[in-house]
Each structure stands twice: as structure tokens, then as C-alpha cells.
């Protein structure tokens, strides 16, 4: 019997561990469409995004624009406790219509990335393509609120693509925002968070990055991070319309994956 009440005492303390262990990481929440009332798993509503506004911020969660990361990545600083970082994907026009509007009420910055070969267009890749913004849509944005980041110049599936067929697409991701004077963080996206399968082109990449001054990316992952040491594999959470709250709260304590 001592022996039973022992391993379940160490299995507790050792679940407690972990689970103290994933609070110290910092979580990057990743979201695509916003509209009033629709949701599924790329689509919130808007109430839901005050939601989860109002949970971070009552509960001690410390919103932050993503140059804070870049800078404690650059620094090799470390981060506050429970730091945590939006971002939007695609540059969807819903974004600007229903999203900007709840993130200046609770004056929450956000990151979103753009598939530059696509602004002022539709986003073809989707089932139901949907407008993006334009680009005096995106200038129009507060750059104290809004930044903007990499996410591939045609939204190309990097999983699939040769070291040639990486450095085109994200020197022109780049060339796009400086031909058109809009200001970027040196940060990527992988589209459908996919990058290469061989370990040579893998490396590559992280090269062709490097060299142009790419500090970071981001996969989707669904974890907490809990170091910078990979910095082109940078964890997001998915966050989807279909989500209850209670999975949203579970994601963003970095529960969902941890067994007792």
C-alpha cells in the first residue's frame, strides 16, 4: 500500500512539474478570419476575440508587440512571466473591418502576416476565397498597434519547395514591402506551417533566412515555447472558431498536451 501512495505522490509532483514547467513558456496565439457572428476553424467571432481578450488581461497575461520578442531573441533577454504575443494571418479585410476595432478597444497590438502577391486581392488558396486588404488599407492601420511580418510573397507551402524556389519567394516577400514603403518586422510565417522534409534544404532555408535578415519563424506546433533555441521554429497556437473557451484557456496555459 506505502508503495502505491508513493508513485501517486510522484506521479502528482511530476505532473506538477511539467505543468509549472509549460507555464514559463511564452505562447503565440495565431488567428486568420474575424466576422460578427460566423466561426469555424479559421473563423472567430467577434465576440469570442473580446473573449479571449478579457481572459488574458484578467488574468495576468501580458500582451506584447512581437518587436519585444525579436528584441529578447536578438538580446538573448528573457521575456515577463506569461508573455504572450497575437498575430493574424492572410491580411484578411475582415481583419480591418472586425478585428482592429476590438484589438484598439482593449489596445492590444498584433503581428499580421501577409502573403505579399496577394494584398488588395482574394485569397485563392482558400475553399471560399475572401478579400484581403488593400495596400492603403494596411498604411491605414496604426503601426503603434499593427505591424506586419513575412508569409511567403505567393503563400507557397514551403514543405514542398528546393532552396532555389525559397530564396525567390522571400526576396520578393521582401521586395514587395520596400517597393511599396510598407514597414515589417524581420519575422516569418510559414504558410500551412509547412517547411522542407529534408533535413539539407531544411538547413538552407535557415541560411537563406539568416542572410537576409529574417530573425525569426513560426510553425504552428500547438505548444508553448519555452526557449529561443530554435528561432526558425517558433511555436503557435492554433486558435479556431470552434474552439469552447475552455480549450482556448487550455492552449493558451499549455495544458492541452500535458498527461497526469
Same mark, same amino acid.
Given at each position: 500500500m506505502i508503495y502505491i501512495l508513493i508513485a501517486i505522490v510522484v506521479g502528482c509532483c511530476f505532473g506538477l512539474y511539467i505543468w509549472l514547467i509549460a507555464q514559463k513558456g511564452f505562447a503565440v496565439l495565431m488567428y486568420h478570419k474575424v466576422l460578427p457572428h460566423y466561426t469555424d476553424d479559421l473563423t472567430i467571432s467577434v465576440s469570442q476575440l473580446e473573449e479571449h481578450l478579457q481572459f488574458l488581461q484578467l488574468n495576468g497575461y501580458q500582451i506584447?508587440?512581437?518587436e519585444r520578442?525579436?528584441?529578447?531573441?536578438?538580446?538573448?533577454?528573457?521575456?515577463?512571466?506569461?508573455?504572450?504575443?497575437?498575430?493574424?494571418?492572410?491580411?484578411?479585410?475582415?481583419?480591418?473591418?472586425?478585428?482592429?476595432?476590438?484589438l484598439q478597444k482593449y489596445n492590444v497590438p498584433a503581428t499580421i502576416f501577409l502573403p505579399t502577391?496577394?494584398?488588395?486581392? +482574394?485569397?485563392?488558396?482558400?475553399? $471560399?476565397?475572401?478579400? %484581403?486588404m488593400s495596400i492603403n488599407q494596411l498604411k491605414s492601420l496604426k503601426p503603434s498597434l499593427i505591424s506586419f511580418g513575412l508569409h511567403s510573397h505567393a503563400h507557397l507551402?514551403?514543405?514542398?519547395?528546393?532552396?532555389?524556389?525559397?530564396?525567390?519567394?522571400l526576396q520578393n516577400n521582401i521586395r514587395y514591402f520596400t517597393e511599396n514603403g510598407l514597414q515589417f518586422l524581420p519575422a516569418f510565417a510559414y504558410p500551412y506551417g509547412g517547411r522542407p522534409k529534408n533535413s539539407t534544404i531544411l538547413n538552407q532555408m535557415k541560411e537563406i533566412m539568416q542572410s537576409l535578415g529574417i530573425v525569426m519563424a513560426f510553425r504552428?506546433?500547438?505548444?508553448l515555447?519555452?526557449?529561443?533555441?530554435?528561432?526558425?521554429?517558433?511555436?503557435?497556437?492554433?486558435?479556431?472558431?470552434?474552439?469552447?473557451?475552455?480549450?482556448? +484557456?487550455?492552449?493558451?496555459?499549455? $495544458?492541452?498536451?500535458? %498527461?497526469?
Open positions: 506584447l508587440p512581437l520578442l525579436i528584441t529578447a531573441v536578438s538580446e538573448k533577454a528573457s521575456l515577463p512571466a506569461k508573455s504572450i504575443f497575437i498575430t493574424f494571418d492572410d491580411g484578411y479585410l475582415n481583419n480591418l473591418e472586425y478585428a482592429y476595432p476590438v502577391n496577394y494584398i488588395g486581392q +482574394q485569397s485563392s488558396w482558400d475553399i $471560399k476565397a475572401d478579400d %484581403l507551402n514551403y514543405k514542398t519547395l528546393n532552396k532555389a524556389e525559397i530564396t525567390e519567394d504552428i506546433g500547438n505548444r515555447n519555452s526557449s529561443f533555441s530554435n528561432v526558425y521554429e517558433l511555436q503557435r497556437l492554433d486558435i479556431k472558431g470552434t474552439d469552447s473557451t475552455a480549450v482556448f +484557456q487550455k492552449k493558451v496555459k499549455g $495544458k492541452m498536451k500535458i %498527461l497526469f
